[in-house]
């Protein structure tokens, strides 16, 4: 394998928005905060932060995110789109999409893979990948999105620890073999690209359409999170609506919508 740097991820990207500017380093705390950083002082649409390793990776609900070097892809993406800020949880969905389409091209048909509300991808039920979106708002309106995506790639089952071994797996733990990092994340880049160009010109329910065929939640029993302000939640997931909304089918209840959040299935 080539040294995973700025040179070997550029030659062959075949992008003309994401990746247009990329900021590379052997390590950050988080390549989410480094972007955000950038962004407040006006990095343009497209930016890309991507580390071999990180110090202090966030998931999601303040997580951390387990970020070691030489093995893995932590990247963020840039992007400004003219929206209210109501809709920026849709472009979580629309990463996960393009992430799914990603991985798919790198693992085996026959290995049991999808996403699980909103933008977990999950292998045999083990997470190899994840989506962390952080936006600033101008009033109503996005000012920019952060889309922050950490893949697991050449981990073997011994890097992991012990603790996250139940919940964590990677490309390398599916397939038995190595995958090149780089042309994962240009795959990667294409990808968002893609899905994101689709989203602005088309709305969503290209997206709602392509997560729903992803999804490995839709059709099974479910249950949400409480949170303050929400009722946690049990029924049937029957995909997700044109407006990003999760539906679930209550029973007694009726059909409730949920628009973040976790569930249990
Ligand atoms: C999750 O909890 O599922 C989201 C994980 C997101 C991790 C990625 S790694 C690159 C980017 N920088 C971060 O600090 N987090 C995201």
């Known amino acids: ?6 040179d070997s991820i550029s ?14 380093f052997e390590t950050l705390p988080s390549t989410n905060e480094k972007l955000y950083k950038l962004a407040l002082s006006g990095a343009k649409e497209g930016s890309v932060v991507i580390a071999d390793s ?11 995110w387990f970020s070691p070097e030489g093995k893995n892809i932590y990247t963020s ?17 629309v990463c996960a999409v393009a992430l799914h389409e990603t991985i798919a091209g790198f693992i085996s048909n026959n290995i049991e893979f999808g996403i699980k509300w909103p933008n977990d991808l999950l292998t045999r039920s083990r997470k190899c990948a994840g989506i ?15 889309v922050g995506i950490g893949i697991n790639v050449n981990l073997k089952q011994s890097d992991i620890p012990a603790d996250l071994r139940h919940i964590a797996t ?12 780089e042309a994962i994340i240009q795959k990667l880049y294409f990808n968002i690209e893609k899905w994101y160009k689709e989203y602005l010109q088309n709305g969503f329910a290209p997206i709602a359409k392509a997560w ?19 009722d946690a939640q049990k029924g049937i997931a029957m995909g997700v609506n044109n407006d990003g ?7 007694s209840a009726g059909i409730k919508t949920i628009t973040c959040g976790e569930i249990d299935f």
Do not use: C, W
Not at 1 to 6: A, D, E, G
Not at 133 to 144: C, I, Y
């Open 212 to 230: 729903n065929n992803y999804s490995i939640i839709n059709g099974k029993q479910i249950k949400t999170s409480a949170s303050s302000s929400v």
């Open 77 to 93: 993406a840039l992007v400004r789109p003219d929206m209210p800020a109501s809709e920026a949880p849709r472009l979580t969905l």
């Open 1 to 6: 394998m080539p040294s995973y740097n700025k």
């Open 132 to 146: 962390l979106t952080e936006m600033k708002n101008k009033r109503q309106a996005v000012d920019f999105v952060v």
């Open 11 to 24: 030659t062959g990207l075949n992008t003309r928005l994401i990746g247009n500017k990329i900021h590379f």
């Open 170 to 181: 990677s490309l390398q733990i599916e397939t038995g073999k190595e995958s090149s990092r």
């Open 245 to 251: 909304e999760l539906l679930i089918d209550t029973g």
């Open 54 to 64: 990180q110090s202090a990776g966030k998931g999601r609900l303040g997580r951390r």
